[in-house]
């Protein structure tokens, strides 16, 4: 592996702890965006001397942040691994954990005492709203400019 490859690789491990992933979860994040093909778990581990275990939990935050997907192999266990196409999945898969998190806060409504906490838990809920409302309109626009 190059010097260059293996640097871009080292920084996307960086920047994805900085959004408190594992280390080894940004460097598969960031093989995997440079490689043609999908990748086989095995490969991960070899290519960037990882454990088994760090591998699997690596594929497994990155599927559910939809940052990669697997392909199941027929008459096999073994999964095939690739980074999907970046921002509309991203987003998409933020909005989920956003909207779950719209419903905890919501289903907390009447736990609030005082007005103060009632306020509280409204703005929070509004924020993560708007988040969410903002990337829809965003994903709106990237498709009708697509079409």
């Known amino acids: ?8 690789i080292d920084a996307m491990g960086d ?3 900085a959004w408190n992933l594992p280390r080894a979860t940004g460097r598969v994040y960031g093989y995997l965006l440079l490689q043609d093909e999908p990748s086989r778990a095995e490969e991960l581990r070899a290519e960037l001397s ?8 690596a594929v497994r935050e990155l ?8 392909i199941p ?3 096999s266990r073994r999964l095939l ?3 999907t196409g970046g921002f509309e999945s991203l987003l998409a898969a933020s ?3 956003a909207r779950a998190f719209i419903r905890t806060l919501q289903a907390a409504e009447s736990l609030t005492e005082t007005p103060e906490t009632a306020d ?4 929070v809920t509004e924020l993560f709203t708007s988040y969410v409302e903002a990337g829809e309109h965003v994903l709106r626009a990237r498709a009708r400019r697509a079409t």
């Not at 592996?1 to 871009?8: C, V």
């Not at 990882?50 to 939990?57: E, P």
């Open 1 to 8: 592996m190059s010097a260059d490859r293996e640097q871009f």
């Open 15 to 17: 920047r994805l702890a």
């Open 50 to 57: 990882l454990s088994a275990g760090a591998v699997s939990t």
């Open 63 to 70: 599927v559910a942040w939809g940052l990669a997907r697997t």
């Open 73 to 75: 192999q027929p008459g």
């Open 81 to 83: 691994i690739e980074a």
């Open 95 to 97: 909005h989920e954990r």
């Open 120 to 123: 509280r838990l409204h703005d």
